[in-house]
């Protein structure tokens, strides 16, 4: 699964990553930041893995959220106190069930319960969780492939939006962005919001002092972008040309064109990004 030489919307699974806000930040930024719905208030500080995952089985609404070609068999293993191996069998007809277990050849979920304790209280997005700039990277939620399974164009068009609508309990099904919801990687802060075969969509915070895709090897996507500028105001260097991006703008990138994007002293934005066509 290509992740290398590629821009913040290009790596196969969600491109970014771990939670982080610089130490300071400008009062701008303080006075001007995106602030997330609220979530659930859910105390599940002493629920273990089968509560968690048990809820998550019991929403599946089935061909209603996600049409599955045929029975799916995932599995999740979740280490620590509350934890275990389980696994769902989700029909094509909304039959869905959680039993003991993993069951050999199966690919499964892996975390900690801290992680599946957040994305049950809906603090962070299962997507945003597994994002990675690069597939050596360590994610708070990674995935396990049985030895010779491939991720092809067939079995990638079920996995992409299958972690989005699983680990998603809202009806009609919600994503979340904002203050607290995100993870850094590439230089910036980002919540993933969907992903499926040719398209990616994300929210991105840049504070000052972070540079997004400031390596020159993660400039390019193959596949064009469009980012929406929705607060603030910071800059951008766009095939090699530089320009302030503000509220209320957006910018097309081509596929192939380079794009970094850096907040300055003082400056704070957040823009929405989404990718489309083939490769995406």
Known sequence: MPTHGRSICAALLPAL???????????????????????????????????????????????EEMALPDTLVVGFRFSGPGGGDFHAVLAPDGYAQLR?????????????????????????????????????????????????????????AIFLPFVFHFFNRDWP?????????????????????????????????IESGMHINEAVDQQTNPFPSLFIVIRGAFQARLGGQERPLREGEAVLVPAGMTHEFWAGPEEYGEMIMIAFGEGA
């Open 17 to 63: 990553l771990l939670a982080g806000l610089s130490p300071s930040t400008p009062a701008y930024a303080q006075a001007n930041r995106t602030v997330p719905p609220p979530v659930p208030n859910v105390d599940n500080r002493e629920d273990d893995a089968r509560e968690i995952l048990q809820r998550y089985v019991e929403a599946w609404r089935g061909p």
């Open 100 to 156: 003991p277990g993993l069951p050999p050849e199966t690919l499964y979920f892996h975390g900690d319960m801290e992680i599946l304790r957040r994305l049950d209280r809906g603090e962070l997005s299962a997507m945003t969780a597994m994002g990675r700039a690069h597939m050596s990277d360590s994610t708070p939620l990674d995935f396990h492939m049985p030895e010779g399974f491939q991720l092809t164009p067939e079995r990638q």
């Open 173 to 205: 099904e919600v994503a979340r962005f904002g203050q607290g919801t995100t993870r850094f990687v590439h230089g910036g802060n980002s919540a993933i919001l969907y992903y499926d075969l040719g398209l990616r969509s994300s929210f991105y915070q």
